[in-house]
């Protein structure tokens, strides 16, 4: 199946939104604010664990806030990070399926609940499964450096994401989202895998920057989105939760790159510091000027755009107003 068939969900969301779908926001965020404890290893995904429902209910949140695609509670919810917790690789595996599986029913539920009333302005919305970057796993703030140490290879990265991907992709989203990749090698072992594995639905990847220009392994774009190009199961690449004021010039420098779909979500500006393992305050947006944002990212050549973290659902109102204003 050509990238066309995959793609075809997402393709006519996109044009349906007018060329530009609203992804949603910060899903740690928004669980934290319900009083979820996720400082912890697995961080949002510990919720998998302890709270399922709550995750549902943040879905939910996104989905009233006018989200057009949901993004999956496995972010940081991997095998080996559940099995040192002292699950079994059966129950973690059940844990990745239900990632999905809630989703799946929030938007279901929501959607059935929305069509049926007349003169509404929702899509139904397409479920995203995450899969984190191998430096969202290692849980030590290394998917803002791409420092993944020597001893990180291709095949290594492979074997990381292999089973994981294997099991979401069999629960059942309409896409992939591969978040914070900060690294090129990482990129390519992802496109790689996907076409090792012969997946049937399209894909995101995204990178992270801590500079504005470029990886934050140093690597220049250009060379991150090289083995993405040639890849068919990605139908788009982009930037996950950088600060907003470098999505514009990111936008613009991908538009010379790729023929891809461009997708963009970023955090609201705050910085992550992972060994203390919180937010510290710095230039930071608010609701406001992601509103206004919005419509000059899309101008610029977006196609998906959403918040990451420390944005919420009142953000995701916000840039959904601003889009489907028309
Ligand atoms: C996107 S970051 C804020 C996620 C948390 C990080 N991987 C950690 O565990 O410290
Ligand atoms: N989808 C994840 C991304 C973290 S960078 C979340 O929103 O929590
Ligand atoms: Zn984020």
């Known amino acids: 199946m050509g990238l066309e068939k995959k793609s075809a969900l997402l393709e006519d969301l996109i044009k349906k939104c007018g060329g530009c779908a609203v992804v949603d926001g910060g899903f740690a965020t928004q669980l934290e604010i319900h009083g979820a404890a996720i400082n912890d290893p697995l961080w949002s995904a510990v919720s998998l664990i302890k709270n399922p429902e709550l995750i549902k209910r943040v879905h939910m949140e996104y989905l009233e806030a006018g989200a057009d695609i949901v993004v999956t509670s496995s972010y940081q919810a991997t095998i080996p990070g ?11 595996e059940s844990l990745l399926q239900k990632s999905v599986n809630l989703a799946v029913e929030a938007r279901d539920k929501f959607w059935d609940k929305v069509s049926k009333i007349t003169g509404h302005s929702y899509n139904r919305a397409l479920v995203a499964a995450s899969i984190g970057s191998y430096g969202a796993y290692l849980a030590d703030g290394s998917e803002y450096s791409g420092n993944y140490g020597e001893n990180v290879n291709l095949d290594k990265l ?22 914070t990749i900060p690294n090129k090698l990482e990129a390519q072992a992802c496109a790689e895998l996907l076409e090792e594995e012969n997946v049937q639905i399209p894909a995101w990847i995204c990178f992270t920057s801590v500079d504005g220009e470029k990886a934050p392994s140093g690597e220049s774009f250009e060379e991150c989105l090289e083995p993405l190009n040639k890849s068919d199961n990605i139908y788009a690449v982009g ?20 023929k891809k779909a461009i997708v963009v979500y970023p955090n609201s500006g705050e910085v992550w510091d992972g060994k203390a393992k919180q937010w510290l305050p710095s230039q930071c947006f608010g609701d406001d000027e992601f509103e206004m944002f919005a419509t000059k990212w899309r101008d610029l050549g977006a196609n998906l755009i959403g918040g990451c973290c420390r944005t919420t659902p009142s953000t995701i109102k916000a840039i959904s107003r601003d889009l489907k204003r028309r």
């Open 82 to 92: 559940f099995v040192s917790r002292g699950l079994s690789v059966e129950e973690s």
């Open 158 to 179: 492979k074997d990381f994401h292999r089973r994981r991907l294997q099991v979401l992709v069999e629960a059942g989203p309409d896409l992939l989202a591969f978040e």
């Open 239 to 258: 930037i996950n939760c950088a600060p907003p004021q470098f999505i514009e010039s990111l936008i613009s420098k991908f538009a010379k790159l790729t």
